[in-house]
């Protein structure tokens, strides 16, 4: 089976352009979350959805992020406008109840 | 609330042990441990679920202590591909929305 499938896997941007990062979760599973990764903070949790509803965005850092998922197989998580402070890998990962969550292989993002 | 891993980082020379703990001030059903390589994404190891069970995968093996809320994770006689930061990630619930800590790195020389 195919795993959790990001992209772009890399990308570099100019502070205030519009940053769109594309996730299409393992099939079959019906929660996906959307994770940030700096050196600094960590592994935060921004957003997740279920059965492709938003469940907790409560981690989204402002309202120049926002995220969607208009099917069970694709979701898209958008920065607009960026900043140089959002540099950092998003990850998008999936889950089926019971198991474990699956990790993409990461989008990295340079806002310059 | 984050999770809190102890060490924040190892240095080991092959064929070393190290014990990796994960706390948590809330109470949990579940507890994941990943590995992750620089420049790669975190890798599922293994999960424990309440119940205080111990689990293996090879010499890599992880224990639950459901009235501490604390999990630690044994590497015996460790090789150069252990190397990575280690992860745990908790869930208060059974959905599984997994909080992480902040990382242990690990570094196994020859």
């Known amino acids: 089976d195919a795993g959790v499938i990001q992209s772009p896997r890399h990308e570099v941007t100019e502070m205030g352009q519009e940053v769109t990062l594309r996730c299409k979760p393992i099939s079959g599973h019906d929660y996906l979350f959307w994770y940030r990764q700096t050196m600094m903070r960590g592994l935060e949790l921004l957003i997740y959805?279920?059965?492709?509803?938003?469940?907790?965005d409560s981690g989204m850092p402002e309202d120049r992020f926002s995220a969607k998922m208009p099917n069970a197989s694709f979701s898209t998580l958008k920065i607009q406008p960026s900043e140089p402070r959002d540099s950092a890998v998003y990850f998008c990962a999936s889950l089926r109840v019971g198991n474990t969550i699956y990790f993409g292989e990461g989008s990295w993002l340079t806002v310059v | 609330q984050q999770p809190v891993q102890s060490p924040q980082a190892v240095i080991l020379r092959e064929g070393e042990d190290a014990v990796i703990n994960c706390s948590s001030s809330k109470a949990l059903y579940s507890v994941h441990w990943y590995r992750q390589k620089h420049g790669e994404a975190p890798v599922f190891l293994m999960i424990l679920l309440k119940g205080g069970e111990q689990k293996g995968h090879e010499k890599i093996s992880a224990s639950f202590n459901e009235k501490k809320q604390q999990s630690s994770l044994y590497l015996t006689a460790s090789q150069l591909s252990y190397s990575g930061t280690y992860f745990c990630?908790?869930?208060?619930?059974?959905?599984?929305?997994?909080?992480f800590g902040q990382g242990t790195i690990l570094t196994v020389h020859p």
């Open positions: 959805f279920n059965n492709n509803v938003p469940i907790d």
């Open positions: 990630g908790t869930a208060g619930t059974s959905y599984g929305k997994l909080t």
